[in-house]
């Protein structure tokens, strides 16, 4: 059975082959500059020797009686030295030749050296024995002719020291590519290590662990960690709007399906006046339905768009609830006005006022005073109160929050102050609980204009 492992392009691996590629060429570049140059100044080395020992070249030369005052000498010299030497015209033919070079059988090294002539330094050729020399070029001046004196050695022993000096080179560059492998792969797996704790916070945001990132992420990162903890709050909150406007729904439809069951319960109705009411009772579930959904999908700030009239609205609430609790005989002492406006939309009132009456209605002996009026600061002012058992100062300020419940004897799931608190604070407005003139609780909401 033959096994396949699956390709994962990396992003580490291409920032290392292209990093590591620049660093080879840069690397080779550099030792063929450095070896090149090492040769250049070898060279140069050895023409200073040979300028320094010209001076010698010539007392023995002159010694050896090979400088007449003629210039006979080129042809008839075969007098050894210890130099391979070749005399070339201004034309590079050869005309002499040293005694090493004539063994040597060195004819026509100045027809070669012509060839490359013109070439940069070091001069380096195969000549006719077959193996690789070092020219050296001195113009010199004998019986009164100029003449191309080119200077010849072995290269084999530069040769060795040019193979040893390049070895080595390569060798450190070798080490150096090594080193800065081991530092690109650990600057590397350094400089991944905040894209793997964004991966691993984004796994327990996912699992539910965490509720954002963190913040203490490099700057090229911020920008991103930043939008994300953005996307997670507005993620969160529209998940929160959905579970609230749900569990607000079911309050609000509980108070409506009990008005239902009242109605179809009270004997002293004809058939077609409780059809009416439980039509009405439907029509206004409609509504919530309608105002919920629309609200989960906005959010409390996009449902102010309208003006709402509020005595309406508070006759339907009240009729719906003397059905409710019509065994207490509640009275409902009423002091709003035909013109009085909500400066918001028809689902925020029959929330506020549905949810308030609703609890004054629960929590009454038998009274509940209901009013709506602008005060002298501009703001529009709705008052719900009660002759009940009133709420203790300690926790009037808790009971503002989702599940939290003054009267735990009682049914209820805490919702209703909660959503009101919460579509006045959409308003800018504020809910306060005080101590009513019926000695029961008495909430009161402003609201700027």
């Known amino acids: 059975m033959q096994l396949k492992f699956p390709f994962r392009r990396r992003l580490l691996t291409r920032m290392f082959v292209t990093a590591l590629s620049l660093i080879a060429l840069v690397g080779f570049g550099l030792a063929w500059l450095i070896n090149i140059l090492f040769a250049q100044n070898h060279y140069n080395e050895e023409t200073a020797k040979l300028i320094a020992e010209i001076p010698k070249v010539a007392a023995e030369l002159k010694e050896h009686n090979i400088i007449p005052e003629n210039t006979n000498w080129l042809e008839e ?10 005399s070339c015209d201004q034309d590079y033919r050869q005309i002499w030749s040293s005694s090493r070079a004539t063994v040597l059988g060195l004819f026509d090294t100045c027809e070669r050296f012509n060839s490359i002539r013109f070439d940069s330094p070091p001069y380096y050729l195969t000549l006719a024995d077959s193996k690789n020399y070092f020219l050296y070029l001195l113009p010199v001046e004998l019986g009164k002719q100029q003449y191309n004196l080119l200077v010849i050695k072995d290269a084999q022993n530069l040769e060795q020291e040019l193979d040893k000096f390049s070895h080595r080179t390569y060798w450190r560059l070798g080490m150096i590519i090594a080193l800065a492998l081991f530092l690109l792969i650990s600057a590397g797996y350094w400089g991944m290590r905040p894209l793997v704790r964004l991966r691993n916070e984004l796994q327990q945001v996912s699992s539910g662990k965490a509720q954002s990132l963190s913040q203490d992420y490099p700057v090229e990162l911020e920008g991103v960690t930043q939008a994300l903890n953005q996307l997670l709050v507005q993620s969160n909150a529209q998940q929160e709007r959905y579970q609230n406007a749900m569990n607000d729904l079911a309050h609000s439809l509980k108070t409506r399906l009990a008005a239902v069951h009242a109605i179809t319960d009270d004997n002293s109705l004809s058939k077609s006046l409780a059809n009416d009411k439980i039509m009405e009772q439907i029509s206004q579930m409609d509504q919530l339905v309608k105002y919920q959904l629309k ?8 449902l102010k768009q309208q003006q709402t009239l509020v005595a309406p609205l508070i006759d339907q609430l009240s009729q719906m609830l003397f059905k409710v609790y019509r065994d207490k005989q509640v009275q409902l002492h009423l002091a709003v006005s035909a013109e009085q406006v909500f400066p918001g939309d028809e689902g925020d009132l029959m929330e506020l006022c549905g949810n308030l009456m609703e609890n004054a209605f629960k ?17 529009f002012v709705l008052i719900i109160e009660d002759d009940g058992p009133g709420i203790a100062e300690n926790i009037r300020k808790r009971i503002l929050q989702r599940g939290v419940r003054a009267d735990t004897q009682r049914p209820g799931q805490g919702i209703g102050l909660a959503v009101c608190h919460e579509i006045v604070s959409s308003y800018n407005g504020t809910l306060n609980i005080e101590t009513s003139e019926l000695e029961g609780a008495k909430f009161i909401i402003r609201i700027p204009l």
Do not use: F, H, W
Not at 363 to 379: K, L, P, R, T, W
């Open 295 to 302: 609200r989960a999908m906005l959010g409390r700030k996009g």
């Open 77 to 86: 010299n075969t007098t050894p030295q210890k130099y391979i030497l070749a």
């Open 363 to 379: 929590m009454c002996i038998s009274q509940v005073g209901v009013s709506a009026s602008y005060s002298d600061n501009g703001e």
